[in-house]
Structures are given as C-alpha cells and as structure tokens.
C-alpha cells in the first residue's frame, strides 16, 4: 500500500510545485532567486520586452495588409497619374536619411541610459524627436504637394493605397514623437527608476522597428514605383 503524501507547493510525485508540473514558475533545485535564467522567472524587464516584441508582431501584421493592398492596387491609377511620375527619390533619400539618423541617436540614448548619464541621454532622446520631427515635415511636405497636384488619395485606387500605407506609417511616427516628449519629462522628474528604464526600453523596440517597416517602404513603394 502506496503512503506517500504530497508535500506542500509539490505534485503527487513529489516533482515540482502542484499546478506546475513542467517548472515554470520555478527551478525544481529549490532555488527561488528570480531574474536569474533556470533559477526563477524572468525579470519584469525581460518579460515586458517579450510582451512589448508581441505588440510590434502585431504592428508588422497590420503594416503587412497595407502592403498587400498596395501591391494588388499599384497598377489602378485610373488614368492618373503613377509612382514614377510622382516619386522624387531625392527627396524620398532625405527622409530616409533623417529617420535612420535618428534611430542612431536613439541607440547612443540607450547606451546613455545604460551608463546613466542623464544629460547624455536627454541630448540624444532630444536629437531622435528633432530628426523624427523633420523626418514628418518633410512627408506632410510631400503628401502637400501631391495633393496640390491633384493626385490626393481620392485620385485613383493607388493613391488611395499609397496614402494609406505611407500616412500609416508616419502617424506612427508622430504617436513615437509624443510618447518620446512624455518619456523624456519621466526621465527628468524621477530619473532612472525600473519603470522609466522599461519604458525607454520598448520606445527603442518601436523606434528601430518603424526603420525596419520604413526600409520596406521605401523598397517597395519608392524604388519600385520609380522604376528602379
């Protein structure tokens, strides 16, 4: 006759934690430190990352519709006008230029944040929202103009489709510049707490990643369209 009994916090077998029985939550060694790999769980900064990444997953599945719409719609210009007679890829360059260049001076404010030199980080934060900020005058500029010429998104399908993947992407960037403002006034009022460093932590995550969705942008819509 079987007289074993179960301890507290383990299964009938006396494996791991009842409720648990792949070790989860915890080592089966008895050791409970956290954020320390097969010791415990993650961290909260490991774990808000992770969440945060899904978000972005989230993000690039969203960006992905719109490319596909603008692949099927490219050629329903209706008579009107097309990429390559819109496109100035100068122009298109420049913008380039100031995003990737202030996804840069968001890494050199990451790598600030990691030495804690709050000056150094709030010089570099300021230099990302400068660039981000011309970065987005220069596409209202851009959408002005088109509009002006009478290409506007009610032109042709294309145009609907280009304005609704390129003003998607830059109304991503001017939520970025916000939250960038507000993180920026955090980090002065209570410095580098856990929390703020979380935050500027998926700010990063989002920054480089509207780089990544705007390098595909710039393949596919512009290059492409202009016929390169």
């Known amino acids: 006759m079987n ?37 415990g769980p993650a961290s909260k900064r490991i774990i808000v990352g992770y969440g945060f990444w899904i978000f972005l997953l989230s993000d690039i599945i969203l960006f992905s519709g719109f490319f596909a719409a603008y692949a099927v719609l490219v050629g329903e210009t209706a008579g009107g006008p097309t990429g390559r007679e819109l496109f100035s890829l100068p122009y298109v360059g420049w913008e380039t230029v100031l995003l990737l260049a202030s996804s840069f001076a968001c890494g050199l404010a990451s790598i600030a944040t990691h030495k804690r030199s709050m000056a150094q980080t709030q010089i570099w934060l300021l230099v990302t929202g400068l660039l981000g900020a011309g970065f ?45 403002g507000t993180m920026m006034a955090q980090l002065r009022v209570k410095g580098f707490r856990p929390a703020i460093l979380r935050r500027l932590l998926c700010f ?17 819509v512009y290059l492409l369209g202009a016929g390169i």
């Open 3 to 39: 007289t074993a009994t179960a301890q507290p916090g383990t299964d009938e077998t006396g494996h791991g934690k009842a409720g648990d029985p792949h070790h989860l939550g915890r080592a089966s060694n008895g050791n409970d430190a956290t954020g320390r790999g097969e010791g």
């Open 204 to 220: 990063n995550l989002f920054w480089h990643a509207l780089d990544i969705v705007w390098v595909g942008l710039f393949t596919i």
């Open 136 to 180: 987005l005058v220069m596409e209202g500029l851009e959408f002005r103009h088109m509009i002006a010429e009478g290409a506007g998104p009610h032109r042709s399908a294309f145009l609907s489709a280009f304005f609704a993947l390129v003003g998607c992407h830059g109304l991503h960037v001017g939520v970025g510049l916000l939250w960038l």
